[in-house]
C-alpha cells in the first residue's frame, strides 16, 4: 500500500533531502564503462566571484535537462562541474577588500602575500556559486570539479604555451589593445560595457602649414589625444576636401606637421567630413595608420595620465586634461564651435571607468594559423555533414565572420592573480618558454646566460579556458577518461562568448588534441526583463534565482525558463511568469496524490491474479475507451519529448508534457476514470485496469518530467515505487535520476480510439461552453441533440461515449442523429465537418431579463473598446508609453472585441428565440 502524500506540495521540505539523497549514492558520478556510449557536457566555468543569476539559472536548468535525459537513456553521462579563476574580477575583489578591511594595497603587501590572501578569499568564497547550482538540482559528477588554476589544470595551460611557442605561434610585439587605466592591465572585449553617454563634439580648427590663417576644421570627442594625431583623414569622394589631399596642417597647440590623407572609411556626414587621425588611440584609426604607413604617438601613461608628447599636459589625468586643452584652444581662437553629442563610452566591467585603445607591447597569439581547421567545422562536407552543428543555425555566422576576420589575441594582462607567464630572461633579456620553473643558475639555451627572472604578466583568463574540454580530462597526459568522454558532445553558451570562447576552444582543440572539442553548440536564450531590458545592476532589474526558489520552488523555476524558452527568442521575464509553473507542479502532486489514494486495494488484488492476468495487466492492458485514449496520448508525448529533447527544442519539450499532463492526463482521463474507481471498489476487473492504467502512465509520465522538474518528480516516484514494484514483480531502480527513459510501442498509439475520444472531447466542449455562456445552473441537468453532417460521424459515438458526455456535462438526454432537428428555443453550437449542438433552453432561464443583461453587458464592452481604440490610434501615446503597457493595452482591446462578439452573438440567438 503506497504511502499517503501531504495535501499540499511544499518545495522546501523535500529539496535539500532529495539532493543529499543523490549524492549519498553517488548517482551523478560518471566512471568509465566500455558497455555505455559516453555523453560529456562540460559546463561554462562561472567566474569564482559569481553569484547565480537568471542567466546561470537558465543555462544550467538547460544542461541538466539534457544530462539527466542522457542517463536516463542508458549513456554514460559526464557533466563536469568546476569555476574560472576571474584575474581581473578576483584581483578586483580582493584589493576592494583589502582596502576596505585592512587599509592596504596589493602594492604594499608584495605579490606573494597578496596571491596568498586571493587564494584564502577564494577558498572562502570560490565555491558559492557551485553551491548555487547544487541548489538548482544540477546533476554534475561534483567529485571532478576543476578550477582553472588547480594543478593540473595550471601545467595544461603551460604546456599549451610552450608548444605554441616552439611553433613560432607566439610572439611580443607592440599592438593596440583595451586598456583599464584604473587596474593598469590590457583587458578582453567581453570584459567591456559600453554606455551611451551625453557629452560634447568639440569643432577645432587645424591651420594649412603655408596658410596658418585658414583651417580645416575636425569634429572629435576626445580632444585630449590630439597629441597623438599624425594625420587628418577625409573621404576621397568627398568634394569640399578633394583639392587639400596632400597638404599638411599645424597640429594646434604644439604646432607638429601632419598630411591630410585620403581613406575610403571616413564618415563624410560626420562632423565635417575631416577626422583626426590618432593611431595608438583608436582601433579605426589604427587601421588607417597601418594602411597609410602613419607614425604611431601614443600621449598616455599606463594610469591615465598624459605622458611627455602632451608637452605642458604631461603628468595630467586625461579627463581634467581635456577640459584644460579646450579651454587653451578657445583662447588660441582654434575652437570653432561646441555641439551636444550623445556617443557609446567602452567601460571596464570591473572598475567602470572608460576603457583606453592603447599602444602597447603585449603577448600575442597568431591566431589565422589555428582558424582554417575551427571555420571548416562548421561547413559541410560532400555528404552534407558539419562537424559542429550550431542550434540555433543562425549563430554559426558570427562565430564564422570572426574567424573568417581574425586578428592575434592579446593574452598578456598586467595582473598578479592567474597563470603567470612561463617565460624566464636572462640578463639581457632573452627569452625562453618553460614547462617547468627553472632550476637554480639554469641557463638559456642559446646565450648560455643564467635565468634570471621570470615575465611579470598572467595569461588572459580566456587562455585557460579554451582549453576546458580537454584540460578537465587529464591533458597533456593521455588518459583513459581523454580518450572515452573526449571529445564531448554538447555545450551550451551565451551568445556574447561565441568567438570570445567557443571559437577558440575549437581551435585549442584541433591544435592540441587534433579534433574538434564538441559536436552540437546551443545558444541560449538571454533572459530580459519585462520591459525587454537587459538585467544589470545598474537598473536594478534583475530577478534573483535563490529568492524564486524560496518562493516557488526550485521545480517551478526550472519549468517556467524552458516553457518560456522557444527557440532563438529571449526571454521577457517577471517574477510573477514562475506561477505557471508553481500550478503545475500543483496540479501533478494533486493529481498523483488522487492516484495513489485509490490505489490502497491495488496491491492486494493483484496478489489474486494468475501470473498471466498480471503480466497482461503490466504490459498494458486496457478495458475502456478512455484506457486507450490515454495510453495513445501519452505513447504519442514520449514520441515528441524525445525527439524534441534530442534536438535540444527544451521548449517544445516542455510544452508537449506541460499538454499531456494538464489537459489530456488531469483534465480528461482523470476525470472520466474516476466513476469506475468509485463504483467498482472490491476488485472489479475495470477497476484494477484503471488502478493498473493509472500506474503505468504516472510512471512514463513522472520519467518523462523528471530531467526538466527533477525534485516533485522523484518524491511521487518513491511513493509510486512500491506499486510499480508488485505490478512489475521486479525491483526498480532506487531513483528516477537513473531509471530507464520510457520507449514507445507503436501499437499503443490506439489512433482509432484517440479519435473516437477526441471526437467525444469536442461536444462535450461545446456543450459545457454552451452551459458556461448562458450561466445555466451546474445541477440542472440539460436536453441536448447532436445533430451530424453525416453517416460517417456516426462510428465515433456509441452507447458509451454518450454516457461519458451525458455524466461529464450532466445531461437529462442526448439525442444523436444525421440531420437532427434543432429544438425550438435552443443555444447552438457549430462543430468541425458540419455538426451542431443543440441545448434546449426551454423553462432555463428568462428570456426578457437575459436580454437586458447581454444588452447591459454590451454597452460597457463598446466604452471599453471604443476607449481603447482611442488610446491606441495616439500615436503620440504609442510612441511615448512604455511597450509592454502598450502591448498590454493592445491585448486588453483583442479581449474585449472578442468578449463583444460573443455577446452580440447571443443577443441575436435570444431575439430569435423570443
Known amino acids: 500500500m503506497p504511502a499517503e502524500m501531504p495535501p499540499r506540495f511544499t518545495p522546501g521540505a523535500i ?54 535525459f542522457k542517463r536516463m537513456q542508458g549513456f554514460c553521462t559526464l557533466w563536469l562541474p568546476g569555476t574560472d579563476h576571474a584575474g581581473i574580477a578576483t584581483q578586483a575583489v580582493v584589493e576592494k577588500k583589502l582596502a576596505k578591511e585592512r587599509n592596504t594595497t596589493r602594492q604594499e603587501l608584495g605579490r606573494e602575500k597578496f596571491l596568498a590572501e586571493v587564494w584564502s578569499w577564494k577558498e572562502e568564497y570560490g565555491n558559492r556559486i557551485l553551491n548555487q ?101 577625409v573621404n576621397p569622394a568627398d568634394e569640399r576636401y578633394q583639392a587639400d589631399i596632400g597638404k599638411t596642417l599645424l597640429l594646434p597647440i604644439i604646432g607638429r606637421e601632419i598630411p591630410i590623407i585620403a581613406d575610403e572609411t571616413v564618415d563624410k556626414d560626420f562632423g565635417t567630413g575631416a577626422v583626426k587621425v590618432t ?74 571607468t572608460p576603457v583606453e585603445p592603447l599602444l602597447s607591447e603585449q603577448w600575442f597569439v597568431k591566431m589565422q594559423p589555428l582558424a582554417a581547421p575551427a571555420i571548416a567545422d562548421v561547413k559541410a562536407d560532400a555528404q552534407g555533414k558539419k562537424a559542429i552543428r550550431f542550434v540555433p543555425e543562425r549563430w554559426e555566422k558570427v562565430y564564422l565572420g570572426w574567424l573568417e576576420n581574425v586578428r592575434d589575441w ?15 630572461y636572462d640578463e639581457k633579456g632573452n627569452g625562453i618558454a618553460l614547462r617547468e620553473d627553472p632550476q637554480p643558475g639554469q641557463e638559456h639555451p642559446q646565450s648560455g646566460l643564467p635565468l634570471v627572472r621570470q615575465d ?50 575549437v581551435m585549442a582543440g584541433h591544435e592540441f588534441v587534433n579534433e574538434a572539442p564538441f559536436s552540437t553548440v546551443y545558444v541560449h536564450a538571454t533572459v530580459l526583463d519585462a520591459q525587454g531590458r537587459r538585467m544589470s545592476k545598474s537598473l536594478n532589474n534583475g530577478i534573483d534565482p535563490l529568492e524564486m526558489f524560496e518562493q516557488w520552488g526550485v521545480d517551478a523555476v526550472r519549468l517556467t525558463l524552458p516553457l518560456l524558452t522557444s527557440e532563438g527568442q529571449d526571454i521577457k521575464l517577471s517574477e510573477s511568469k514562475f506561477e505557471m509553473g508553481r500550478n503545475f507542479c500543483n496540479k501533478l502532486w494533486n493529481a498523483s496524490r488522487f492516484v495513489l489514494s485509490n490505489l490502497a486495494d491495488f496491491e492486494a488484488e493483484l496478489a489474486k491474479l494468475s501470473p498471466a492476468d498480471r503480466e497482461s495487466l503490466a504490459e498494458g492492458a486496457v478495458a475502456e475507451l478512455e484506457d486507450c485514449f490515454i495510453e495513445g496520448k501519452l505513447t504519442a508525448a514520449i514520441v515528441d519529448t524525445t525527439d524534441a529533447l534530442e534536438r535540444y527544442r527544451f521548449n517544445d519539450a516542455a510544452q508537449g508534457m506541460y499538454r499531456f499532463v494538464w489537459d489530456e492526463f488531469c483534465d480528461w482521463y482523470l476525470e472520466v476514470v474516476k466513476p469506475r474507481l468509485y463504483a467498482g471498489k472490491g476488485g472489479s476487473k475495470s477497476r484494477l485496469v484503471a488502478q493498473a492504467t493509472l500506474v503505468r502512465v504516472l510512471d512514463a509520465t513522472l520519467r518523462m518530467l523528471h530531467p526538466v522538474i527533477p525534485f516533485i518528480t522523484e518524491e511521487i516516484w518513491q511513493n509510486l515505487r512500491p506499486v510499480l514494484a508488485a505490478l512489475h514483480g521486479d525491483t526498480p531502480a532506487i531513483s528516477l535520476v537513473i531509471a530507464p527513459w520510457p520507449k514507445p510501442v507503436k501499437e499503443r498509439l490506439f489512433a482509432d480510439a484517440v479519435e473516437r475520444f477526441s471526437f467525444l472531447q469536442t461536444v462535450t466542449r ?8 448562458h450561466n445555466l445552473d451546474p445541477k ?103 511597450k509592454d503597457v502598450v502591448a498590454r493595452d493592445r491585448e486588453r482591446l483583442g479581449e474585449l472585441a472578442a468578449e463583444l462578439e460573443t455577446v452580440e452573438k447571443h443577443i441575436e440567438e435570444i431575439r430569435d428565440l423570443t
Not at 535539500?16 to 566555468?45: C, G, N, V
Not at 438526454?813 to 432537428?821: I, K, R
Not at 451542431?836 to 423553462?843: A, D, F, T
Open 780 to 882: 440542472v441537468q440539460l436536453k441536448a441533440v447532436l445533430r451530424l453532417g453525416n453517416e460517417s460521424w456516426l462510428r465515433l459515438l456509441g452507447p458509451s461515449e454518450r454516457d461519458t458526455i451525458g455524466k461529464l456535462v450532466g445531461l437529462e438526454n442526448l439525442e444523436v442523429a444525421v440531420g437532427a432537428q434543432k429544438p425550438k428555443a435552443a443555444a447552438t453550437a457549430v462543430l468541425e465537418g458540419g455538426n451542431e449542438v443543440y441545448v434546449s433552453l426551454q423553462g432555463l432561464i428568462d428570456f426578457k431579463m437575459e436580454l437586458l443583461r447581454l444588452q447591459a453587458s454590451q454597452a460597457k464592452l463598446q466604452e471599453g473598446v471604443k476607449k481603447l481604440k482611442l488610446k491606441l490610434d495616439n500615436l503620440s501615446y504609442v510612441e511615448r508609453a512604455p
Open 456 to 505: 611579470e604578466d598572467v595569461l588572459d583568463t580566456w587562455a585557460s579556458s579554451w582549453l576546458w574540454p580537454f584540460s578537465t580530462l587529464g591533458w597533456p597526459e593521455k588518459s583513459g577518461d581523454l580518450d572515452y568522454f573526449y571529445p564531448t558532445h554538447f555545450l551550451s553558451t551565451a551568445r556574447d562568448i561565441i568567438y570570445l570562447w567557443v571559437a577558440r576552444m
Open 410 to 424: 592579446c593574452i598578456s594582462r598586467q595582473l598578479w592573480w592567474g597563470h603567470r607567464i612561463p617565460v624566464w
Open 133 to 233: 547550482l547544487k541548489r538548482l538540482g544540477c546533476s554534475c559528477d561534483w567529485s571532478r570539479t576543476r578550477f582553472t588554476m588547480d594543478e593540473g589544470l595550471s601545467r595544461a595551460v603551460r604546456d599549451s604555451f610552450v608548444r605554441l611557442w616552439e611553433k613560432g605561434l607566439i610572439y611580443r610585439g607592440t599592438r593596440l589593445i583595451n586598456w583599464d587605466c584604473k587596474l593598469e592591465t590590457a583587458i578582453s572585449d567581453d570584459e567591456i560595457e559600453t554606455t551611451e553617454l551625453k557629452g560634447n563634439l568639440w569643432y577645432i580648427r587645424y591651420p594649412y602649414t603655408d596658410q596658418p590663417d585658414k583651417y580645416v576644421v575636425v569634429a572629435t570627442t576626445r580632444p585630449e589625444t590630439m597629441f597623438g594625431d599624425t594625420a587628418v583623414a
Open 15 to 68: 529539496e535539500d533531502r532529495l539532493y543529499q539523497f543523490w549524492l549519498e549514492h553517488e548517482l551523478f558520478k560518471a566512471s568509465r564503462d566500455i558497455r555505455k556510449k559516453p555523453f560529456t557536457i562540460m559546463i561554462p566555468p562561472p567566474n569564482v566571484t559569481g553569484a547565480l543569476h537568471m542567466g546561470h539559472a537558465l543555462n544550467n536548468t538547460l544542461q541538466d535537462i539534457v544530462a539527466r
Open 766 to 773: 461545446a456543450l459545457r461552453n454552451i452551459r458556461s455562456e
Open 279 to 352: 593611431p595608438a588611440h583608436d582601433f579605426n584609426d589604427y587601421e588607417r595608420g597601418q594602411r597609410h604607413r602613419l607614425p604611431m604617438v601614443n600621449v598616455l601613461n599606463r594610469d591615465g595620465t598624459l605622458n611627455e608628447h602632451a608637452g605642458k599636459y604631461a603628468g595630467v589625468e586625461r579627463t581634467k586634461a581635456r577640459k584644460s586643452v579646450v579651454e587653451e584652444l578657445d583662447q588660441l581662437g582654434l575652437l570653432e564651435r561646441v555641439q551636444d553629442h550623445t556617443h557609446a563610452v567602452p567601460h571596464s566591467d570591473r572598475s567602470k
